[in-house]
């Protein structure tokens, strides 16, 4: 099945999970995370998304977060991948759970016009099509992906994990610097410079979005979610929840259970 929603595409057949991702942003505010990893929305930037990384995204705006997206089946992927370590030019890509390049200007009317040209495949030639497109995105990747730091990587990553692991708990921003042993200053600076948002921003989104996978998956009540993760009232979850799904809890379940 081959579905296309404007320059948002998806390469899929039916019953067959998990997927990688790949992901190109024309908009700019707000965080992709992937385990204890997080990266920007940033115009111009290419994410790969390896099948089955626990991940997503956190817009500041979802009302207008543009990207195109193509979605590729384990067994695709295998076959570039087998073709590409043959060389071993790409071999640690397909080690990595998510893959972040920041993509000049210069080459950003090339690399939309590969997702673009998926809208032209025809069912005979879209496999061929979609292998083509995958080998010349990775050579973006290996142009431009963006490699963090390792002392950025070190206290991101040990915050991040901080937060996941008491994201129920009232979450307090010295706390997290005395766990990361980093000044709070430069531990908010850094985390805003990296995330786009605020460290309590992040807190707060982290909760909604874990929230939203409760309320698809589970039978939990609204006051069982909303204590669950952290937050100080249903009342205050239920107004925070709709402030940023643009809908009740209760309307999103019935929306995404059915």
């Known amino acids: 099945m081959y579905i296309i929603n404007e320059v948002k595409i998806l390469y899929i057949k039916p019953g067959m999970r998990p997927k990688s991702i790949f992901l190109c942003i024309y908009s700019d505010g707000g965080s992709i995370v992937s385990k204890e990893q997080i990266f920007p929305i940033k115009k111009g930037s290419l994410?790969?998304?390896?099948?089955?990384?626990?991940?997503?995204?956190?817009?500041?705006?979802?009302?207008?977060?543009?990207?195109?997206?193509?979605?590729?089946?384990?067994?695709?992927?295998?076959?570039?991948?087998?073709?590409?370590?043959?060389?071993n030019v790409f071999k640690s890509f397909f080690d990595k759970a998510i893959i972040y390049a920041e993509i000049d200007e210069s080459d950003r009317d090339e690399v939309d016009g590969i997702f673009k040209e998926m809208n032209n495949s025809t069912h005979c030639n879209v496999e061929l099509t979609l292998f083509s497109c995958v080998l010349r995105l990775l050579c973006f990747f290996d142009k431009y992906t963006v490699e963090s730091t390792p002392a950025t990587i070190d206290f991101m990553s040990k915050a991040i994990k901080y937060i996941n692991e008491n994201i129920s708990l009232d979450i307090d921003i010295d706390k997290i610097c005395?766990?990361?042993?980093?000044?709070?200053?430069?531990?908010?600076?850094?985390?805003?410079?990296?995330?786009?948002?605020?460290?309590?921003?992040?807190?707060?989104?982290?909760?909604?979005?874990?929230?939203?996978?409760?309320?698809?998956?589970?039978?939990?009540?609204?006051?069982?979610?909303?204590v669950k993760y952290g937050f100080s009232s249903t009342s205050y979850f239920c107004r925070v929840f709709k402030e940023e799904a643009n809908c009740s809890p209760l309307q999103y379940r019935k929306r995404e259970q059915i």
Do not use: W
Not at 55 to 83: C, F
Not at 196 to 223: C, D, F, H, P, Q
């Open 47 to 87: 994410v790969l998304i390896a099948a089955n990384t626990y991940h997503y995204t956190m817009p500041d705006e979802p009302a207008i977060y543009d990207r195109s997206k193509l979605m590729v089946l384990p067994y695709e992927l295998d076959k570039i991948s087998d073709l590409l370590n043959k060389s």
């Open 178 to 226: 005395s766990v990361i042993n980093i000044s709070k200053y430069y531990f908010c600076r850094q985390f805003k410079k990296h995330t786009g948002m605020t460290v309590m921003n992040y807190i707060l989104k982290t909760r909604i979005v874990l929230a939203k996978n409760e309320l698809k998956k589970t039978n939990l009540s609204i006051t069982e979610i909303s």
